[in-house]
């Protein structure tokens, strides 16, 4: 072989060990780059997680310490109101975050644990649009407090008795929607039900957007939904709001926080609170001037005294006293339940024609004798199946309803 051959098959040779070395190079690159990007794939997914987890911690309440809430609340030095149970602070943690920070206090340590308990253990394990955020608690020797959400535009009485013309009617319906699906909420849809006992415009928070949100659970109670009657020791909520039967040896349903809601709707309308001693004659009660006005065809009347003047804010005074009407009943078992409330509200369910509400201040018949069977009523909207209110189905109660000869309609709830 020539040496030229020779060569010319050793730079072959040199060419394809080239080529060779090339594509393996190519290929180490390639698997590499590869490998960073499952690397760099599986860090992002644990940072993903991590916060996806680090979401989910903060869904629960958060046990703060007292050196925690006097720094964010400037050692409580801006107050934003106080109650029978303890006083309201604003505060703002290092993140940005505004908070309302109700210190508790009472005449007794039993008492203090009891509203703790009732906030904590009803809005700390729910979440609704419509209800206030618990963010978190501190219970120390010398300090219990819960930490909310900070509402920025305060309660609700402030816009119904004070700056009246403030909110519009649509938005006062809007309100009334909201706070209407929060309760049907509790009543309804929560594994546990919750009966709030205390509906108000004084418990009813704005945001900044006006969006309600129900507060305060110092007086709740969660109940079994098996159990469609509950005991109770001792009244509960705030006269001219709470059910008759909070008052009275009767066994309690969710329907006393429909007739709460019943009394809300009346301020509602007239933007004036229920009892004013101020004006003369039937306007003293207003739920009742406003039933006689109804019942006289007169509502015309109302509305010029109530300042609602545009044909719409008409239709959503008379649709919310209507349902009113419905939600005062003095029968428990003839009150709607909340959720069929919402669509009366919302419009879209029909409106039956309310029966009188106050017939037991008028020296009518009172809950504590049997209907009479000529007088049945079907209330099939106030439950989920219809009940049949007659004669025959009036049953014994408790002892203690046998001892006051008090008697109770029984229901296929």
């Known amino acids: 072989m020539s040496s030229a051959a020779a060569i010319g098959a050793t730079v072959v040779v040199v060419g394809i060990f080239l080529k060779i070395g090339i594509l393996i190079c190519v290929c180490r690159k390639r698997n590499q780059k590869n490998d960073r990007s499952v690397v760099s794939g599986s860090k992002f997914l644990t940072r993903t997680?991590?916060?996806?987890?680090n979401d989910m911690e903060r869904e629960k309440p958060i046990r703060f310490t007292g050196?925690?809430?006097?720094?964010?609340?400037?050692?409580?030095s801006h107050l934003l109101g106080s109650g029978g149970f303890g006083t309201v602070y604003k505060g703002i943690f290092s993140n940005g975050?505004?908070?309302?920070?109700?210190?508790?206090r009472g005449n007794s340590d039993?008492?203090?644990?009891?509203?703790?308990?009732?906030e904590v253990g009803t809005i700390g394990?729910?979440?609704?649009?419509?209800?206030?955020?618990?963010?978190?608690?501190?219970?120390e020797e010398k300090l219990i407090a819960l930490v909310y959400e900070y509402m920025s535009n305060g309660s609700l009485d402030r816009y119904l008795f004070h700056e009246k013309k403030t909110i519009g009617y649509e938005k006062l319906h809007e309100i009334a929607v909201g706070t209407a699906r929060s309760i049907a909420y509790l009543h309804e849809e929560c594994q546990h039900r919750i009966i709030h006992y205390d509906i108000k415009p004084g418990n009813i928070l704005l945001d900044r957007n006006y969006n309600p949100k129900v507060a305060d659970f110092g007086l709740a109670k969660l109940c079994n939904r098996d159990n469609t009657h509950i005991t109770m020791t001792g009244g509960r909520g705030t006269p001219g709001y709470a059910a008759p039967e909070l008052w009275m040896p009767f066994p309690i349903t969710?329907?006393?926080?429909?007739?709460?809601?019943g009394m809300l709707l009346f301020e509602i309308v007239g933007r004036r609170r229920n009892i004013d001693i101020k004006l003369a004659g039937s306007q003293e009660w207003f739920p009742i001037w406003v039933w006689e006005k109804f019942d006289s065809a007169q509502l015309g009347e109302l509305m010029i005294v109530c300042g609602i003047e545009e044909e719409k804010a008409k239709e959503i005074a008379e649709r919310m006293i209507k349902i009113a009407f419905w939600c005062v009943q003095y029968r428990p078992e003839l009150r709607p339940i909340m959720s069929v409330v919402v669509k009366m509200l919302e419009g879209s369910v029909e409106i039956p024609g309310p029966d009188n509400p106050f017939q037991h201040f008028m020296g009518g018949v009172t809950i504590a004798h049997p209907v009479p069977v000529s007088q049945t009523y079907n209330t099939s909207f106030s439950s989920g199946s219809s009940v049949m209110v007659t004669n025959s189905s009036i049953g014994c109660g408790t002892p203690i309803?046998?001892?006051?000869?008090i008697e109770l309609a029984s229901t296929n709830e």
């Open 49 to 53: 997680m991590d916060k996806f987890l």
């Open 67 to 76: 050196q925690q809430l006097r720094i964010a609340t400037d050692n409580y």
């Open 97 to 104: 975050t505004i908070v309302a920070v109700k210190v508790l």
């Open 110 to 118: 039993k008492k203090i644990e009891e509203q703790f308990m009732a």
């Open 125 to 139: 394990r729910i979440h609704h649009f419509n209800l206030v955020r618990l963010y978190g608690f501190c219970f």
């Open 254 to 261: 969710p329907k006393c926080d429909v007739y709460s809601f």
């Open 401 to 405: 309803m046998r001892k006051y000869d």
